[in-house]
């Protein structure tokens, strides 16, 4: 059985730098793609950015493009979510999410079929 156990949230200003973490067990995270989505107040859950199992490809949501980053430590089996320059709208929850197989876009939900169980980001102004 595959768990994922974020952790690394917090309060931050706008602006800070923050890195949450996405350990796994049951599974190595080099045999699996890990995503980050991250849920507002009263919104749905959204597509961060994410690292393919071959830990080479990434991809990222347009409104976290070039400040946030999606990394990758087999050794540790963990994958880290690096934000910078953080904004009052990046405040959520964030969840890292797995797979181990499919074709499917790596911002395709649905294609995740293990969670964590969320770490709070709050950025004040």
């Known amino acids: 059985q595959v768990q994922l156990v974020e952790s690394g949230g917090g309060l931050v200003q706008a602006g800070d730098s923050l890195r949450l973490s996405c350990t796994a067990s049951g599974r190595t995270v080099s045999s699996i793609s890990v995503a980050w989505f991250r849920q507002g107040a009263n919104e749905g859950r959204d597509f961060v950015g994410a690292i393919h199992w071959n830990g080479v490809t990434t991809d990222y949501a347009d409104p976290v493009k070039g400040r946030f980053t999606v990394s990758r430590n087999n050794a540790d089996n963990t994958v880290y979510l690096h934000m910078s320059g953080l904004r009052p709208e990046d405040s959520a929850v964030y969840y890292c999410?797995?797979?181990?197989?499919?074709?499917?876009?790596?911002?395709?939900?649905?294609?995740?079929?293990?969670w964590g169980q969320g770490t709070q980001v709050t950025v004040s102004s």
């Open positions: 999410a797995g797979r181990a197989h499919g074709s499917y876009l790596l911002s395709y939900l649905p294609s995740y079929n293990y």
